[in-house]
């Protein structure tokens, strides 16, 4: 497994990036938010890793910090929850926002995630519950509906979804 890396970014596209390292270039697939903290190529980058192999495919999936990337992989082990929906769900909410949800029983937190339904989302607390501590003291509440429409909003005026979730706090 392949549980670190660092190197340079040399390309930044709308759902991975691609890092140099030592003259091979490797596509790892991220969350929003790692693209919006790398901003520009060249910029140096750790990223924690989840190598995700299947029969026809190898994929590479990074995170900022070791929390990112446990949380993917606690998702990953729902029914119904694959990569693609796991990086969705940690695209939309805080690691703190997830856990809440879950801790709170709110699936209508993780109906807001693209490819998250009520019955996965019902998944996801039944299965992560007892698998995730409460969350920090001081973390950031839940998004109320309201909240919800103006980052939605702000997002549709070319705000990026870290821009609008501090716009809100």
Do not use: C, W
Request: charged share 20%.
């Amino acid at each position: 497994m392949i549980a670190r890396l660092s190197g340079t970014v040399a390309e930044i596209k709308p759902d991975h990036l691609v890092v140099q390292i030592g003259g091979v270039g490797l596509m790892v697939y991220v969350p929003t938010r790692v693209l919006e903290t790398v901003e520009r190529v060249g910029r140096p980058v750790e990223l924690f890793t989840y190598l995700h192999v299947r029969e026809n495919e190898l994929a590479l999936y990074g995170f900022l910090t070791e929390e990112e990337r446990a949380l993917f992989e606690l998702l990953m082990d729902v029914s119904g929850v694959g990569p693609k929906v796991a990086l969705s769900v940690l695209s939309t909410l805080s690691p703190d926002a997830i856990r809440q949800a879950v801790v709170r029983e709110e699936p209508g937190i993780l109906t807001r995630v693209p490819g998250v339904g009520a019955k996965t989302a019902r998944a996801i607390i039944f299965h992560l519950k007892d698998k995730l501590g409460a969350p920090e003291a001081g973390a950031v509440p839940l998004l109320t509906d309201q909240d919800a429409e103006v980052i939605a909003t702000l997002t549709s005026l070319g705000f990026s979804l870290v821009e609008a979730q501090t716009a809100l706090q």
